[in-house]
């Protein structure tokens, strides 16, 4: 069951399910707690929509990566999509609030989203996209 199921995921299909279900987690504590620190740091995105609406988009989009990486490969672009652009936006929030001044502590925080977009990019570009075949059908090895 285990190698089946990895022949299906594999590192791609693993990262986007595993950081997806991260991301739903994420998008409930937007919700159900109070996280002022987060609110002040994301200012120039609580402008647009409340913080909770926010977690329903983190909550949206950790379930298109939880799909989609339980896709075969190639179809799985909105995936990448939904893990890559919350931090992305997060980041950018961060950076802004703190360069504007009106979070001046949200720098610190800003290299961890950066750090999530980069790996989620380094794993969609090494794991080939498109060009993986999928190996459920073939009876692969466990991977290795």
């Known amino acids: 069951m285990r190698a089946a199921l990895w022949?299906?995921?594999q590192w791609r299909g693993l990262t986007l399910a595993g950081v997806g279900a991260c991301w739903i987690a994420y998008g409930i504590g937007l919700i159900v707690t109070a996280r002022?620190?987060?609110?002040a740091a994301t200012a120039p995105l609580i402008r647009i929509m409340c913080v909770e609406a926010w977690g329903g988009v983190w909550i949206a989009c950790g379930v298109a990566g939880v799909a989609c990486g339980l896709l075969r490969p190639g179809r799985d672009i909105a995936g990448f999509f939904g893990v890559f652009a919350p931090p992305a936006w997060w980041g950018?929030?961060?950076v802004a609030s703190a360069a504007t001044g009106q979070y001046g502590d949200a720098w610190a925080s800003a290299p961890l989203y950066a750090a999530l977009v980069l790996l989620v990019g380094v794993v969609a570009a090494l794991t080939g996209g498109r060009r993986r075949p999928c190996l459920c059908d073939?009876?692969?090895p466990d991977g290795h």
């Not at 002022?36 to 609110?39: A, I």
């Open 7 to 9: 022949r299906h995921l």
């Open 36 to 39: 002022p620190g987060v609110v």
């Open 92 to 94: 950018l929030a961060f």
């Open 138 to 140: 073939e009876g692969a």
